[in-house]
């Protein structure tokens, strides 16, 4: 088998579709890094994927992407009982319905705080500028302390690590020194907080910071930074999700009424969920099989890397017909499996699923209704998105000017200059 790595780099997303397309849709062989890998695809395979006993996630994550992305320690790289402490940990925190609607609630605040500065610019990248709303409503709803100076710095670096995660070079260095900085600013106030026993906050930061792990033990304030890094982080990366919403609002206006009208909490989880199915984000996901398998006739040996198809999932024509046009309505007919929408991964909620799903449609779905209602122009730019880049936002990270919120009764519409 020929090694992929530099055609996955060169082609991103639209890698494995490509070879899942050559194979008739079988299982593709590969290798990647040097290692023996197999991807799978479809909901029966996200079931058999996420099946501890099948897959395991312990050593299967490249150091690059941990040094990066989740940091050493974290959740994501631990299996079995572990896992299963620490991930309730995060369940707890992000799967509350109460919370979830006070950080949705805190990113509405700061959005109509960021519509005074943005109007008074001539232009605003909506990519940096969301970073920084992000960045701030997390913390204040995390309770995590952060000064003002330390603003957009801190979105920059929690940018950062996403962004370099999947290629060497540049972007990969800034990752790693983003990491480095902001575990270097969190790991003291886990240790000063320690020594204020006094303080009765029930806040994200505080739960972190008094969590023990499955030995008993408190987390080493290293490793208590990480797993608040990977509350912050992930919130700020729905970014590109924002982003995204706009450039869909941009492209298909027509969902602009449903979204500002009152009742648009029903049209903004719609919109919101047809955002993550329909732009990309993650490609795949992946771990070691933990013993001698078998799927759909073929052997996978112990050891070998497994990936999950996710952008190809989200856009399989058997799951979701015409996959390629952008339709919120296709999530107003019923709900929809588990197991077929899968933009951040999959399985039970229980097992490696990712906590924040609900945090990111609420989320979304209130970025959206707050571009719904305001007023904006999109100059003429590179809106392109591009499939070879992970991850991929449009080129020109999607400029507007003269925002303002719409008039009282007034359905808002952005007025496009580059239609």
């Given at each position: 088998m020929v090694d992929s790595t530099l055609p996955l780099l060169l082609k991103g997303y639209a890698w494995l579709p490509d070879r899942r397309r050559r194979s008739g849709g079988a299982p593709v062989r590969t290798r990647l890094l040097g290692k023996k890998a197999i991807a799978l695809h479809g909901p029966a395979a996200v079931r058999f994927f996420y099946d501890e006993q099948h897959i395991h996630r312990h050593e299967a994550l490249p150091q690059p992407i941990i040094d990066t992305l989740f940091g050493r320690g974290a959740v994501h790289t631990l299996d079995g009982e572990r896992h299963r402490v620490r991930k309730a940990l995060f369940t707890g925190l992000l799967q509350d319905p109460a919370a979830v609607r006070e950080l949705a609630d805190q990113v509405g605040a700061e959005l109509e705080r960021a519509r005074a500065e943005w109007s008074?610019?001539?232009?605003?990248?909506?990519?940096?500028?969301?970073?920084?709303?992000?960045?701030?409503?997390?913390?204040?709803?995390a309770g995590v302390p952060l000064d003002e100076g330390e603003l957009k710095r801190t979105a920059r670096d929690l940018i950062a690590m996403v962004d370099g995660f999947a290629t060497p070079g540049p972007r990969h260095l800034r990752a790693r020194r983003a990491r480095r900085r902001q575990e270097e600013r969190l790991a003291p106030l886990?240790?000063?907080?320690?020594?204020?026993?006094?303080?009765?906050?029930?806040?994200?930061?505080?739960?972190?910071?008094?969590?023990?792990?499955?030995?008993?033990?408190?987390l080493p304030p290293r490793t208590a930074a990480v797993e608040l890094l990977n509350v912050l982080r992930p919130t700020v990366a729905i970014t590109w999700f924002a982003v995204f919403a706009a450039h869909a609002l941009h492209r298909h206006p027509e969902h602009r009424g449903a979204l500002a009208a009152d009742d648009g909490l029903r049209a903004g989880w719609a919109f919101a969920q047809e955002v993550r199915r329909f732009y990309p984000f993650a490609p795949f996901v992946g771990g070691l099989a933990a013993e001698r398998l078998e799927w759909a006739g073929r052997t996978i040996a112990p050891g070998t890397m497994v990936l999950l198809d996710l952008y190809g999932l989200d856009h399989d024509p058997d799951l979701w017909p015409d996959p390629y046009r952008f339709d919120p309505s296709r999530f107003l007919s019923g709900p929809v499996p588990s197991d077929a929408l899968v933009p951040q991964g999959g399985g039970p909620v229980d097992g490696h699923r990712c906590p924040g799903e609900d945090v990111t449609v609420s989320v979304l779905a209130t970025v959206a209704r707050f571009l719904a209602r305001s007023t904006y122009e999109v100059p003429e730019q590179d809106l392109r998105i591009p499939l070879r880049r992970i991850p991929t936002a449009p080129r020109s990270g999607f400029v507007v000017s003269d925002v303002a919120g719409a008039p009282a009764g007034h359905r808002a519409e952005g007025r496009d200059l580059s239609a």
């Open positions: 008074g610019k001539g232009r605003v990248v909506l990519f940096d500028a969301m970073a920084r709303v992000l960045t701030r409503a997390v913390h204040t709803w886990v240790e000063t907080a320690r020594e204020d026993a006094h303080d009765p906050a029930a806040t994200v930061f505080r739960t972190v910071v008094a969590h023990r792990d499955a030995d008993g033990a408190l």
